[in-house]
């Protein structure tokens, strides 16, 4: 067992526990969805006339196997949801991912693999033969991003895995024509108005080296932009991008490079917190490549907001943590038993200055993830709103349980919710040909206490007010992101 899952074992909750079988909730948290074919959905209400297009989820769906068990959210095996919107109707299918862990997980009964918790289990004799570079899992179980008019997804290793985004069918890892020796990878790359994918990669040496790369829209290769050594680097999830800069968190739960290369262990057991080395962010020029450093307290980070210029200063909005006791929280022995977290992620603005050493941070709000923006604004300027899935931090709540609009000038929030659901990430769709930051909906799968399956919501993110409902034809295990294909 990991040294995360050690200690997850060991904490102590008052909050009491949530039934998480028959209809609870909590549902979305265990095996159970089948592959299916195009199905019909139930939609009460109207939906928009200019709804046209796909909505593609990810996420982890298979955890128990029939002579082993992954033990934390991030590591199931990943299952691909498309639904079809057309005409007011709407059409469901999913399909399991054909990555070589999965195929290796059910030939075995077990993990095999190592996932973010769950450790390798390759021989060591099979291990010596590629010693200098460790096998990383290909479970596309995090984001899904297009390069070009290809679609692929990945975790958090330089694994991108090309699928269908119809048939949902698994195409292949994408090969890459370049000596780019990336041992992590952040799992949300960034597609550009010109169909080029955007990433950073970590590589490991003397020193670990952070590296900006793109690859064109029709091309595989690598092409690196940027390169910054640091003496450890530190656990980079996702990243941001201004019309001028990519910014980026080098957060206080560094990496062990050793351990990495050496061991067998799982990926989080690789990482250590470590409070007394401050976090830094990085920002890389789109224009020369040069980069910036500032220095914060130690933080931990998934998702950044948006990255934007005021004036001469860059600006980072960042849903961040105190420190790195959230990924135990995500542990499935709590999430199933609906304890409660111990950290609220916080919206927090860092402000960073030219010719100041340190970030200048403001506090916007708490109890706020997983956030959206109009997508158009990283390369067109400032979002005022901002969309996620939140929670009262004060109250005795057990996971993300409302769908939160955040003005972004002044912090007000505004708030929807299903009695009894978990609601997770609020993907905004703009409406086609709007001038409006705010204009179009937002699609959020929900699950409550009773529902005989998944409920899609289709709000309107102004007024945070319910259009319409898509009833899924079975429990949609609770994902991470989504991206919506127009037609």
Do not use: K
């Amino acid at each position: 067992m990991s040294a995360v899952l050690e200690r997850t074992s060991r904490f102590a909750d008052s909050a009491p526990a949530i039934d998480s079988t028959a209809f609870s909730r909590l549902r979305g948290f265990h095996t159970g969805a089948r592959e299916m074919g195009d199905t019909v959905c139930a939609v009460h209400g109207r939906l928009p006339v200019w709804l046209q297009g796909r909505l593609l989820l990810n996420g982890p769906a298979v955890w128990e196997l029939p002579e082993g068990a992954y033990r934390h959210w991030f590591d199931g095996l990943a299952m691909w949801h498309r639904l079809q919107f057309a005409g007011g109707h709407v059409l469901y299918r999913s399909r399991l991912a054909d990555s070589q862990s999965a195929r290796l997980a059910r030939a075995a009964g077990r993990p095999v693999m190592g996932e973010f918790a769950t450790a390798d289990t390759e021989p060591w004799l099979s291990r010596l033969t590629h010693f200098f570079r460790p096998r990383a899992s290909d479970n596309p179980s995090v984001a899904m991003s297009r390069i070009g008019e290809r679609w692929v997804a990945c975790t958090q290793t330089p694994h991108l895995i090309s699928f269908e985004p119809d048939s949902l069918a698994t195409i292949g890892e994408l090969a890459h024509d370049d000596d780019l020796d990336l041992a992590l990878m952040a799992a949300h790359g960034m597609t550009d108005s010109r169909g080029d994918y955007w990433n950073i990669g970590i590589e490991f040496g003397r020193r670990c080296t952070y590296r900006l790369f793109r690859i064109a829209a029709s091309g595989t290769r690598r092409e690196s932009i940027a390169a910054i050594q640091v003496p450890r680097a530190g656990y980079l999830h996702a990243f941001a991008r201004s019309a001028s800069h990519v910014l980026f968190v080098e957060a206080a739960w560094r990496a062990q490079p050793l351990a990495f290369l050496f061991t067998r262990r799982a990926y989080a057991a690789n990482f250590r917190w470590e409070p007394g080395s401050a976090s830094a962010i990085h920002a890389i020029s789109l224009a020369d490549g040069s980069v910036q450093r500032w220095e914060t307290p130690p933080v931990m980070s998934f998702h950044p907001v948006q990255a934007f210029e005021d004036g001469r200063e860059l600006v980072l909005d960042l849903c961040d943590y105190p420190d790195a006791g959230v990924i135990d929280d995500l542990a499935l022995d709590r999430l199933r038993a609906g304890v409660r977290h111990r950290a609220a992620p916080r919206l927090t603005r860092y402000r960073l200055r030219p010719g100041c050493a340190d970030a200048q941070i403001e506090r916007l709000g708490t109890g706020f993830e997983l956030p959206q923006i109009h997508p158009s604004r990283p390369e067109q300027g400032a979002a005022r709103w901002a969309w996620g899935a939140g929670y009262d931090a004060g109250e005795r709540n057990h996971f993300l349980d409302r769908t939160v609009r955040i003005d972004l000038h002044t912090g007000d929030r505004l708030e929807w919710q299903r009695p009894g659901a978990i609601q997770l990430e609020p993907l905004f769709v703009p409406r086609p040909g709007a001038s409006d930051e705010d204009d179009g909906v937002l699609l959020v799968p929900t699950l409550a206490d009773g529902d005989a399956s998944t409920v899609i919501a289709v709000l309107d993110p102004r007024r945070m007010e319910c259009l319409a409902t898509i009833q899924a034809p079975q429990v949609v295990p609770f994902g991470f992101h989504g991206v919506f294909q127009p037609r």
